[in-house]
């Protein structure tokens, strides 16, 4: 069974610091998609970033960052400098590619950052 | 705009009563699907939809039904048997091997 771990619930920062959020999947598959999503308070899922399994290179965008590692089953996302703005709950998943195109969530991270 | 609708935005049901969200998109999506969020939670999936006039229950459909009449549309409702429907509820569309697009969601609580 597939399943996504993020076992931070909430994390606190202040303004510019970095900040990691972990997350650890399960899948006997061995093609697979993994997913970052941003949920804003306003409710909608913002996409971030789409990852196949095969694809294990470093992605860095802006002040956002992924570092997918197979051997582990970890995919962590790390945000530079983070702002005010990025506050939000951040989403892991990863697509079930035996049954059909369904999302597996993970619980979600809370990051707060404080000015 | 493409995009994904879903309407109302929030919605109030009394005990014993069932609503209908509706989920709209114009993106051509082959599949659709209806997940729901508690608080300080993840999302789990309720239903989902490959093709018109066909739908799979997801890991929590106990309490729910859909219908895909329509390529563009996958309405949920809530029975009366969904013991603890207030939740977020959220509507996504995909390509049969494509990424998500999220509706706006719809915050439903029991009064």
């Known amino acids: 069974a597939q399943k996504v771990t993020q076992a931070q619930t909430e994390i606190s920062v202040v303004e510019k610091e970095d900040v990691t959020l972990d997350c650890v999947y399960e899948?006997?598959?061995?093609?697979?998609?993994l997913f970052w999503y941003k949920q804003p308070p306003s409710g909608e899922l913002v996409f971030l970033i789409r990852?196949?399994?095969?694809?294990?290179q470093n992605e860095i965008s802006g002040r956002y960052s992924w570092n997918f590692q197979k051997s582990t089953s970890s995919f962590n996302f790390t945000i530079t400098a983070s702002q005010v703005v990025d506050s939000a709950v951040y989403f892991c998943a990863l697509i079930r590619n035996n049954a059909g195109n369904m999302l597996t969530f993970g619980g979600g991270t809370r990051l707060m950052v404080k000015p | 705009d493409g995009g994904i609708t879903q309407s109302p935005k929030y919605l109030f049901r009394k005990e014993g009563q069932n609503v209908t969200l509706s989920c709209e998109q114009n993106?051509?999506?082959?599949?659709m699907y209806w997940y729901r969020q508690d608080p300080g939670q993840g999302l789990r999936l309720i239903y989902y939809s490959q093709i018109v006039n066909d739908f799979q229950k997801g890991d929590i459909a106990e309490g729910y039904s859909v219908s895909r009449e329509k390529k563009e549309s996958f309405p949920l409702t809530v029975t009366s048997a969904q013991k603890n429907p207030t939740a977020f509820y959220l509507c996504?569309?995909?390509?049969?091997?494509?990424?998500?697009?999220f509706g706006s969601g719809t915050r439903l609580t029991v009064v």
């Open positions: 899948t006997r598959d061995t093609t697979y998609y």
């Open positions: 990852r196949n399994s095969f694809d294990e």
């Open positions: 993106l051509n999506h082959d599949a």
């Open positions: 996504a569309s995909s390509f049969s091997t494509g990424g998500y697009t």
